[in-house]
């Protein structure tokens, strides 16, 4: 079974659960982060024994996004990542769910907050549960960016298009 210093996998059962394990950084998606989620999903697609799959956050975070400290080249990933990302320039798509899809269904158990990078793996989920703590939203805009992980398009087909731009244009935030 995979996993990362970031990321821990454990099957219950007939589910594999992956757990987004930084929770001193809110669980920032890290570069280890994104090749266990990868990893995992392609692990989840070979075991035919696997039925579905569970994503959450340890802690009191679901995802805060991206580490954007890392982004900046501050952050360390070991070189077996590095060389993992350049061997597969879109394993992070695909780690964030925009360029490949498991075969098995993928279930997000969100508590705490869900942002950026967070809201936009979660919109490849097929099922999303929301503990009264979840808050949702995508505050590129407050900083200046975009969000790149295809929330212009996929937010405004998953819930209702004024809320979708409400959340793109002015980066506030929803509670459960």
Not at 57 to 78: Q, V
Request: net charge neutral; glycine share 12%.
């Amino acid at each position: 079974m995979g996993g990362t210093e970031h990321l821990t996998v454990q099957r219950e059962g007939a589910t594999l659960v992956l757990t987004l394990n930084r929770p001193e950084a809110k669980n920032a998606l890290s570069l280890p982060m994104l090749v266990g989620l990868y990893d995992g999903w392609i692990e989840a697609d070979e075991d035919d024994a696997i039925r579905s799959i569970v994503l959450t956050g340890a802690g009191d975070a679901f995802c805060a996004g991206m580490d954007l400290k890392a982004l900046a080249g501050r952050g360390m990933a070991g070189q077996q990542y590095r060389d993992r990302l350049k061997a597969d320039p879109d394993l992070h798509w695909k780690a964030m769910l925009r360029h490949h899809r498991p075969r098995k269904p993928v279930i997000a158990a969100v508590e705490g907050h869900c942002v950026a990078g967070g809201t936009e793996i979660l919109q490849g989920t097929d099922i999303r549960v929301a503990a009264e703590s979840a808050t949702f939203g995508l505050f590129e805009v407050k900083r200046g960016l975009f969000p790149i992980g295809g929330s212009t398009v996929r937010l405004q087909r998953q819930i209702p298009r004024t809320h979708a731009l409400e959340m793109l244009l002015t980066g506030r935030p929803y509670s459960a």
